[in-house]
Structures are given as C-alpha cells and as structure tokens.
C-alpha cells in the first residue's frame, strides 16, 4: 500500500465551480499535511499546510484533516483559470516529504 | 535572491554516457533534495543531505550519485546513463526545522527536462 494515493485526475471545471482535491494517507502517526501547487513546466510550490486534525483557510483555499479517516482535502473556491495547475499533497516523514501523485485541474472560463 | 536554481534546463544523453546535474540555493538552508518526477509516479525522491558534506539515499538512489561539498550547492550525477532515467528532475531545499519553524517547507527549482535515448 502507498503512503500516500492521490487521484491523478484530469479534474475540469468551469470558472466560478467549487473544486474538491483529496489525498489518503496510510500511517496514523502522521502530524503534517502539505499541498503544493505546480504549473506547467515549473517546481511545485508550496501552497498550504495543516498540522493535525481541522481545518486552515487562506483566501480562496481550505486546507482540513480528518486524521481519523485518514484523508486530507484542498477545497478552492471561486475557482479561475489561473487555479488551472497539477496539485500535490505531500506529508512529512522524518525530515522529508512523501508525495501523492499530483491531481490535474483544468479550470475553463 | 534567486532561490533554487539549476542547470542544465534541458539535455539530450545517448544510453551509456554521463551529466551532472547542478542544484544550487542562496537561502542558506541546511537540507536539500534531487527528486525525479515520472507521469503517474508523482515526486519520488532520489538523494538527499542534511548538511554540508553528508548525503543520504532516498526511495530511487540506483545509477545516481550525489554530492554536496559546499552547503549552496548539491550534485546529482548519472554515470552511464538509461533510458529508464529520462524524466523531470527538481532539486529543493528547506531550513532546518526549529522553534519558529514546525514544517519541512520545501522550496523547488525549475527543473531539468532529461531525455536518455
């Protein structure tokens, strides 16, 4: 069993949709969750990350754990065409990540 | 600051030769990371140092070498290359976790596109 799965996607949905991005995760001991962002043809970077359980808003992004289920979401609103980007969860394992495999979302106008 | 930079952006390799791959940082941080990202592998991790002078193995270290003698910079080489090799590889680096700071934020390079025929 991978640490951690992700859904590859293609997700595509019109401008203004509310988008849902999830990830499971396998080790219960796991405390944080991250979410990168990687457009075409560039690194990943960091979008946010949540330490344990509830839930972490940033403008337009929700971040939530549900550690007993083991899952991890990224919930945009409001999605635009510049949303349009590979999104990664990764979770951090003694000093390094482990990354999910990347979802697709295509957000067209 | 430049962040993370690597060279080269793109190469070409015939199977059986050798590159070296250079990841270099300005921010001073003490770990740093060469990752190969494949299309439905996600980021796998290759090699990685905690600190000036030390390297360590990460999920797919065979047929890379690495090497980080300064602490800016941190090598990847391929000694005879494979076709299994061609791939996106991303080198990061991230401070060393403290008080202030609880999580391993990464920061990525743009890349090196490597195809091996």
């Known amino acids: 069993q991978k640490e951690v799965e992700q859904d590859p996607g293609p997700l595509s949905v019109p401008e203004g949709a509310i988008v849902s991005l999830n990830c499971t995760y396998s080790n219960s001991a796991f405390q944080y969750f991250m979410w990168y962002r990687q457009y075409s043809r560039k690194g990943p970077e960091l979008l946010m990350y949540t330490y344990s359980s509830g839930n972490k808003e940033d403008g337009r992004f929700t971040a939530q754990v549900d550690k007993s289920s083991k899952y991890i979401s990224l919930f945009i609103r409001d999605s635009q065409p510049s949303d349009s980007a590979t999104y990664l969860c990764?979770?951090?394992?003694?000093?390094?990540?482990?990354f999910g495999t990347g979802t697709r979302l295509q957000v067209f106008p | 600051n430049a962040g993370v930079t690597q060279t080269p952006k793109f190469r070409v390799l015939k199977t059986g030769q050798s590159m070296t791959l250079l990841c270099a940082q300005d921010m001073n941080h003490e770990y740093m990371y060469w990752y190969r990202q494949d299309p439905g592998m996600g980021l796998r991790l290759i090699h990685y140092?905690?600190?000036?002078?030390?390297?360590a193995k990460g999920e797919v270290p065979d047929g890379y070498n690495v090497s980080r003698l300064k602490k800016q910079n941190f090598l990847l080489g391929l000694e005879s290359a494979a076709p299994s090799q061609t791939s996106v590889y991303f080198c990061a680096s991230s401070q060393v976790k403290g008080r202030e700071l609880k999580t391993d934020t990464q920061y990525f390079g743009p890349g090196t596109r490597l195809t091996v025929l």
């Open positions: 990764a979770i951090e394992r003694t000093d390094k990540l482990i």
């Open positions: 140092s905690v600190g000036e002078g030390t390297t």
